[in-house]
């Protein structure tokens, strides 16, 4: 793995104030998104790892301002973190607030950000008035106008130029993989979610397998072999989207292949995970084994070496 201060140099960041602004996310991202900022500083090019983390920090953030409390709380502070969000990117200057100095810096050297940012930060708003879903229509507008969008904040440093013929079916791709992401998200965090009040699953779906909402709150033992019939279909529904995304890493240029081959495939051992828990996640969270996560970034770690050697 290239050292960071070397990635910094390779972006052309040289400004001590900013390399400690970056530092400081870095040092964030590495604790709350481990296998993906692995996956990320070993096997994308050294001067995309600056930006990638200032995506991923200011996701993060706002994901952290708008994800608990009250309704008005959360509405109140988005429109807030927008404001301040806005006036930063529209600044000649680097911004007070030092969360949003690497998201300037970033837009700065990646123009088309500034858009994505602008998409994010609307569909945030749903986030920020979320309380569950309905029905499985309620869930696809939320991955539409929420996950999506935070997705390409990181996904959009390595999609196909503007005016590519890949370009669409890199998004298709991109959404393909967030709505098994979101699915296995849900689930992953169900007893969480049930304790805050609300969770990811859709209320007709909880009704097709004969749960309610206040099973899971209080942790009945009784709901727990329909809980199993709901993960697993939640989980073949994951494994379906995660299937229509294996088209990706041919879409974009061979020095980010082994990158999203190991994020997706990341995101099938989170599933398989999850699926294992079955009714066990009432009372706990699932994830991939941290071992088998570092197989994989291992592997495809050896195959991006191997990619660079032959295109010397």
Request: with cysteine; hydrophobic share 45%.
């Amino acid at each position: 793995m290239i050292r960071w201060t070397a990635a910094l140099t390779r972006a052309g960041i040289t400004d001590p104030h900013l390399r400690q602004a970056y530092d400081d996310q870095r040092k964030s991202v590495r604790k709350f998104a481990l296998p993906e900022y692995l996956a990320a500083r070993l096997l994308l090019p050294a001067e995309l790892h600056p930006s990638v983390v200032a995506a991923v920090a200011y996701m993060h953030e706002t994901d952290e301002l708008i994800d608990a409390g009250d309704l008005s709380v959360r509405q109140a502070a988005l429109r807030s973190w927008g404001t301040q969000t806005t006036a930063a990117l529209e600044s000649s200057s680097l911004p007070d607030q030092a969360t949003l100095v690497p998201l300037w810096d970033t837009v700065r050297r990646h123009p088309d950000m500034a858009a994505r940012v602008r998409d994010f930060l609307d569909g945030a708003r749903v986030e920020a008035g979320w309380n569950g879903f309905d029905m499985e229509d309620d869930f696809q507008a939320y991955v539409d106008s929420y996950s999506l969008p935070a997705l390409m904040l990181t996904a959009s440093l390595i999609a196909p130029p503007p005016g590519a013929g890949d370009l669409e079916a890199f998004v298709r791709g991109c959404r393909a993989l967030i709505e098994g992401w979101q699915r296995c998200d849900f689930l992953a965090d169900l007893a969480e979610d049930a304790a805050n009040g609300r969770i990811g699953i859709p209320q007709d779906e909880l009704a097709r397998h004969d749960l309610k909402f206040e099973d899971l709150r209080s942790k009945s033992e009784a709901c727990l072999p329909a809980l199993e019939r709901l993960v697993r279909a939640q989980t073949d529904r994951a494994e379906t989207a995660l299937a229509q995304c294996r088209e990706l890493p041919a879409l974009v240029a061979a020095g980010h292949r082994p990158f999203l081959e190991a994020l997706i495939a990341v995101q099938e051992l989170r599933l398989d995970a999850v699926r294992r828990a079955g009714g066990e996640l009432l009372h706990r969270e699932a994830g991939p084994a941290r071992l088998a996560s570092l197989r994989v970034l291992a592997r495809q770690s050896r195959l991006a070496r191997a990619q660079q050697r032959q295109a010397r």
